[in-house]
């Protein structure tokens, strides 16, 4: 009996190991934190070496790509700023005001942990409100310095 208590202890275990390790930026999958639900889809979300691959690729078409958070910027980004600040948000509308709708465009903040990020989800409503429909998401589950600057990814230079 203590047995099999044990074994179905142990599945159960794995099983939680197996769920967490789910990616914590793309629907329809859980969010860890609770309550946040995201507004694109798994196939919106780019992952940092493929970003950093069209970096690095001189003959490779860039997406206009947004820092819309509170962080340094990767290389070739336009720095908006915390799109949590109204300031910020005119800033971003004003960044893709005259752009054709079809227009590359790749978001990120990287200020803090996805789940609990300000900048984000605001960010990405806006820009399908506007009309864009091509948006990407990057994806940072923990910060930029995590998930882009340690891993020897592009960033701007210091000005």
Known sequence: MQKLVKTFVLIGLVSTFICQRVKAQTSPAPMPTLGVSNPWTEKQVMEPAALAAMIDDAKAEKPLLL???????????????????????????????????????????????????????????????????????????????????SKGYPLAAEK
């Open 67 to 149: 820092n819309i958070g509170a962080v340094g910027d990767i290389k070739g980004a336009k720095h908006i700023g915390a799109v949590s600040k109204a300031e910020n948000r005119q800033k971003l509308n004003n960044a893709i005001r005259d752009l054709p709708k079809n227009t590359p465009v790749v978001i990120y903040c990287g200020c803090c942990p996805f789940g609990k990020c300000p900048n984000i989800r605001p960010a990405f409503t806006a820009l399908q409100k506007q009309g864009f429909a091509n948006i990407k998401v990057l994806d940072l589950p923990v910060n930029l310095k995590t998930d882009w600057s």
